[in-house]
Nanobody, 122 residues
Framework: QVQLVESGGGLVQAGGSLRLSCVASGSFFSIHAMGWYRQVPGNQRELVATISFSGSTNYGDSVKGRFTISRDNAQNTVYLQMNSLKPEDTGVYYC????????????????WGQGTQITVSS
């Protein structure tokens, strides 16, 4: 069983900053990649940023240059530093973890956090 606990959401004015954290705990073998996605009502969940175990990153076009993803492998934690926030960044942000439950190659699984609300006021 794997649990993801997100923190750091809230209300912020446009131009402000927030930092999200997500900690993975429970029983698993290793984490391959971690990331953040967001969703607004009526829209599909979209990529915000991902980071591999080695530190390679990938960002959604709308957040490039403003958001920074990082991770602490020893603490099984992923962070999202969000700067220069815009009202269109408003949504529910979900942590995603791509991990191996055991050393078996077919044990790779995807887990999602419960989501944290980010609201950016204009």
């Amino acid at each position: 069983q794997v649990q993801l606990v997100e923190s750091g959401g809230g209300l912020v004015q446009a131009g402000g900053s927030l930092r999200l954290s997500c900690v993975a705990s429970g029983s698993f073998f290793s984490i391959h990649a971690m990331g953040w996605y967001r969703q607004v009502p009526g829209n599909q969940r979209e990529l915000v940023a991902t980071i591999s175990f080695s530190g390679s990153t990938n960002y959604g076009d709308s957040v490039k240059g403003r958001f920074t993803i990082s991770r602490d492998n020893a603490q099984n934690t992923v962070y999202l530093q969000m700067n220069s926030l815009k009202p269109e960044d408003t949504g529910v942000y979900y942590c995603n973890v791509d991990l191996y439950e055991s050393s078996w190659y077919a044990s790779r699984r995807d887990y999602w956090g419960q989501g944290t609300q980010i609201t950016v006021s204009s």
